[in-house]
């Protein structure tokens, strides 16, 4: 399959109409891509984080098939064993039968290429604005003043089966201008089918906790998820800095699609860093702190980061799924096991709160957002009402 859309996303992407970048916005962002000999003392991770440990070791990750698993029984038999295995230990799996359409997933691949080679005064179009999740952003350098990750990033919102199915599209023409509409319509499309993917994952998940296809396929049916464009550039010291600091992903799941063979996403398992490297046609899924909860810590969000390359730049795709924002999460009551809950009730708008304005994300956030939201107790049973679905 090939659209007009597809096709300007390959590299069509219109230049800054002025053809110079603003000095005040360059003087607010780093560029980092023209940086030589060593990087800016804001980069620089403590070793602690930053040390290699056992990067040549590759994560052993189920390969789950989908699509077979929604196509018969034997089929969500064998993939909820698979997901079981992995989300209680890592949390870590990969897919395929994801029925997301290869050249769809170029042609968003190269979509952010393109974006992220325009000039900076053009991607500051799309400025992230204080406290909130979408936007452009360089180095996070609007939240943070050390530790600073070496990367670019968009990102922009998906709500499941709302407006007029231009979210997306229009989020790129108000903020970037008639002259990416296609653009918006090539990751309107890619939200689409990751949309889809992801609640076909959350029927295995369903099984998987003894919980039926569509328990979690209901909860996400109405969610509002997030999309985000990384770009890794080059570095000159990749020993000193990171992509992307250790950290846990608040949402629920992220569907991660890495571009070509340069690896960087690594976990933590049993104290030492191991890689997930790219595959082709298969998507890296792992396990948030939403989900988390939702499982009462059944299922677990693994620490990982992301490291960078002194001559290799990479790309990635990050949905995230997310519920709707005022959705109440907690563990269904009938849930076996743990008990007491370990987490009090809470919405994804609160914990998105959190996690923009008050808490850099860490494998302690769940944790310190329950104590920030303070009584009631944690260990307080489950309401008798059931899950809130409405």
Known sequence: MSTPAMEIARGRIPADPNGIESKNVTNNVLDLWRLKKEIPAPFVWPHADTHPSSTTTKLDVPVVDVGAALRSAAGMRHAAAQVAAACASHGFFQVTGHGVDPALARAALDGAGGFFDLPLATKQR???APGTVTGYASAHADRFASKLPWKETLSFGHDHHGGNGRVVVDYFISTLGNDFKYLGEVYQEYCKAMEEASLA???VLGVSLGLGR???RDFF????????CNYYPRCPEPDRTLGTGPHCDPSALTILLQDGGVDGLQVLVDGAWRSVRPKPGELVVNIGDTFMALSNGRYKSCLHRAVVHREQERRS????LCPRADRVVRPPPSSPAPTPRLYPDFTWADLMRFTQRHYRADNRT???FARWLGPPSCSAPPSSNGPALA
Do not use: Q
């Open 126 to 128: 799309a400025r992230r």
């Open 201 to 203: 994952i959350t029927e």
């Open 214 to 216: 569509g328990y979690y």
């Open 221 to 228: 049916a109405d969610g509002s998820s997030i999309m985000r």
């Open 317 to 320: 795709l990050a949905y995230f």
């Open 366 to 368: 769940l944790d310190a």
